[in-house]
């Protein structure tokens, strides 16, 4: 199974800050990977398919990168309504597998 | 607009078995996957199965092979998801999403809470 290696598991930042989140792969996942949103008690919401696509109506503070099998998440301009968990997620490869999950806080 | 809508909360007793379904709606139901995945309380999302509503295709992780199985209703555009010999670990948010295989889970229903409780 490809394992998603998240970092850091949680992190405090100040508004206007710039956020960034890690996700390594334990094997080539291709451009394969998302990041999700997650606020407490609502379904995820997918904010960056294929390494660095903006999903539709997401806002452009969020941004996604990829360097081999390194992929970087960040928000930048950090806003009160960004407070949630992220998750990176790969599917090139079954199962598809999640990342433990960042929880960002102000 | 795109909808997956679940079924509601359930309990059950350990070694029941509970049946999760998801009514979508404003897409062609037959032309993406859906996937399962659930979340324990707390913890993180683990991806279950997806099924490829299309040529019935099934992949399931190999922890829940033998305990899972996933139907498609065409006609009602409804997926179900059910699950074998509860075990208090199943207890869970169940959530569908549109995808999987090799499109992305970009819409998902609202969730639906099984408890596994004697």
């Known amino acids: 199974d490809i394992q998603l290696t998240q970092s850091p598991s949680s992190l405090s930042a100040s508004i206007g800050d710039r956020v960034t989140i890690s996700c390594q792969a334990s094997?080539?996942?291709?451009?394969?990977l998302n990041w999700f949103q997650q606020k407490p008690g609502k379904a995820p919401k997918l904010l960056i398919f294929?390494?660095?696509n903006l999903d539709t109506g997401v806002t452009s503070r969020f941004s996604g990168s990829r360097s081999g099998t390194n992929f970087t998440f960040s928000i930048s301009n950090l806003q009160p309504e960004d407070v949630a968990t992220y998750y990176c997620?790969?599917?090139?490869?079954?199962?598809?597998?999640f990342g433990g999950g960042t929880k960002v806080d102000i | 607009q795109v909808q997956m809508v679940q079924s509601g909360g359930e309990v059950k007793k350990p070694g029941a078995s509970v049946k999760v379904s998801c009514k979508t709606s404003?897409?062609?139901?037959?032309?993406?996957?859906i996937s399962w995945v659930r979340q324990a309380p707390g913890q993180g999302l683990e991806w279950m199965a997806w099924?490829?509503?299309?040529?019935?295709?099934?992949q399931y992780a190999q922890k829940f092979q033998g305990r899972v199985t996933l139907t498609a209703d065409t006609s009602t555009a409804t997926a179900y998801m059910e699950l074998k010999s509860l075990g208090n670990d199943d207890t869970a948010m169940y959530y569908c999403?549109?995808?999987?295989?090799?499109?992305?889970?970009?819409?998902w229903g609202q969730g639906t809470l099984v408890v596994v409780s004697s």
């Open positions: 999403a549109r995808g999987g295989e090799t499109t992305v889970n970009n819409y």
């Open positions: 997620q790969q599917y090139d490869h079954v199962p598809v597998t």
């Open positions: 099924i490829n509503i299309h040529n019935g295709d099934r």
């Open positions: 404003g897409y062609t139901f037959t032309s993406y996957a």
């Open positions: 094997h080539d996942v291709s451009d394969f």
């Open positions: 294929d390494a660095s």
